[in-house]
């Protein structure tokens, strides 16, 4: 079956970096796009990233823009990312997730599933 | 930035109701909308894609409808493992946006 893991979370000083993982398995992960989504404790989900399933493209939400990095290893099956210059308000669980999209006529759907279990990244002093 | 709005932010009900959520957005979205649930200190789960498309394995009480602004989610028969936080999602155009959620609860 489908699965994703996320891995690499715990508790970073302000300023500091990290690199998140997710492992894939039970799918051909090369052909699909693939995001991060993160959730701050208490609130709502927040997009972070995607990239195409080649990562010839990749999209940035504003607020980690220049910051965060999302790439991917497909010899690997896994989607990484690399979080500089983290900051308190980056305190979350990040979740990835699978983007099947259907394609027709030149449109596309595009949804999140399955998701990871996440992994909380904690930044504090 | 498309801005989802759902109301209402939270809801009370009790096992066997008919509940509807709605999601509205900024701007016409199309059917490029999707629908989660989320449990606590789970991941949340996709339920319908594409604004009226069941996810496989989702049962049928689930369901959703409207295009362009106004979209809904609707259970027909509230069950004791419907009640979480639910989410609508926009993926007309980047960044895709979540609503702020709307949280379930037992009457």
């Known amino acids: 079956q489908v699965q994703l893991v996320e891995s690499g979370g715990g508790v970073v000083q302000p300023g500091r970096s990290l690199r998140l993982s997710c492992a894939a398995s039970?799918?051909?992960?090369?052909?699909?796009?693939m995001h991060w989504v993160r959730q701050a404790p208490g609130k709502g989900l927040e997009w972070m990233a995607t990239?195409?399933?080649?990562?010839?493209?990749?999209y940035y939400a504003d607020s980690v823009k220049g910051r965060f990095t999302i790439s991917r290893d497909n010899s690997k099956n896994t989607l990484y990312l690399q979080m500089n210059s983290l900051r308190t308000e980056d305190t979350a669980v990040y979740y990835c997730?699978?983007?099947?999209?259907?394609?027709?006529?030149?449109?596309?759907?595009?949804?999140?599933?399955?998701w990871g279990q996440g992994t909380l990244v904690t930044v504090s002093s | 930035d498309i801005q989802m709005t759902q109301s209402p932010s939270s809801l009370s009900a009790s096992v066997g109701d008919r509940v509807t959520i709605t999601c509205r957005a900024s701007?016409?979205?199309?059917?490029?909308l999707n629908w989660y649930q989320q449990k606590p200190g789970k991941a949340p789960k996709l339920l319908i894609y594409?604004?009226?498309s069941l996810q496989s394995g989702v049962p049928s009480r689930f369901s959703g409808s409207g295009s362009g602004t106004d979209l809904t989610l609707t259970i027909s028969s509230l069950q004791p493992e419907d009640f979480a936080t639910y989410y609508c999602?926009?993926?007309?155009?980047?960044?895709?946006?979540f609503g702020q959620g709307t949280k379930l609860e037992v009457k």
């Open positions: 701007q016409s979205i199309s059917s490029y």
């Open positions: 039970g799918f051909t992960f090369s052909s699909y796009g």
């Open positions: 594409a604004a009226s």
């Open positions: 997730a699978k983007d099947p999209a259907i394609c027709s006529a030149g449109t596309c759907y595009n949804w999140f599933d399955p």
């Open positions: 990239i195409s399933y080649d990562g010839s493209y990749k």
């Open positions: 999602q926009q993926t007309y155009n980047i960044p895709p946006t």
